[in-house]
């Protein structure tokens, strides 16, 4: 049993060494060359009210070139994209930084630990069209809900498409006028019945709403009712 012990220890003793003999300071290894940027993406909770989908950008390694498909809508002014680059680099401007894309050329630059550096020029296409068709709400402007003071309005059911709009009792429903709310990723959608002309509510009324890239389409229904007394 002693030299069962004895045989354990010495066993424990050259692991240990082992595991200092094996580690190794990483100032021994020549500083990374490692200049790439794998990805740079726009994204609407960096550039709230302005980029309503993500937008991933497609990366030419070889010509140095990041191409952006963005719709003809943005305000280019200050765009903050997210980029990952590779390890021990340095990309100026940096990830998330404010940057107007309206200038002209536009390029970022990456540094490697080593001191060299590339240099990426972003290309923008503006051709992005959306593809989603969610109608958010439907409201009527010229009739106001007495408990609220502002205009009568119903937030959409996307589960089975259909809104409801309660008026007061008094309230003509053969002439109503509605307006539309899109989700922010159905910019630019289009209706078979577009709003700001007058619709007869007396019964439910249905309208086709189109995403803007012309691939979907939505049929919601929007009824009226009035509110009893």
């Known amino acids: 049993m002693k030299k069962l012990s004895i045989y354990l220890s010495t066993f424990l003793c ?15 290894y020549p500083p990374s060359n490692m200049r790439s940027i794998v990805r740079f ?34 305000n280019l002014r200050e765009i903050r994209p997210e980029i990952v680059a590779a390890p021990w680099t340095s990309v100026t401007p940096k ?30 296409d503006m051709t992005y069209k959306y593809a989603a068709c969610q109608l958010y709400s439907v409201a009527i402007p010229a009739v106001t809900d007495p408990e609220t003071g502002e205009p009568v309005k119903a937030v959409c059911n996307e589960n089975n498409k259909t809104a409801t709009l309660v008026v007061p009792a008094n309230t003509d429903l053969t002439k109503l006028v509605p307006k539309f709310e899109l989700s922010p990723e159905s910019f630019n959608a289009s209706f078979d019945k ?31 009712t009035t509110k009893q007394e």
Do not use: M, R, W
């Open 194 to 224: 577009p709003d700001g002309k007058a619709y007869d509510f007396t019964e439910p009324v249905q309208f086709i709403v189109t995403s803007e890239d012309g691939k979907k389409t939505a049929t919601y229904t929007v009824s009226v």
């Open 41 to 74: 993406t726009l994204n609407p909770a960096q550039n709230g009210g302005n980029v309503f989908v993500q937008h991933i950008a497609t990366i030419d390694q070889s010509k140095k070139t990041i191409t952006l498909k963005l719709p003809s809508h943005l």
């Open 95 to 124: 990830s998330l930084e404010a940057v107007d894309f309206s200038a002209g050329l536009i390029e970022y630059a990456v540094v490697a630990e080593s001191g060299k550096k590339a240099v990426y020029e972003v290309v923008l």
């Open 14 to 28: 050259l692991v240990f060494i082992g595991f200092g003999c094996g580690s190794e300071d990483l100032s021994d």
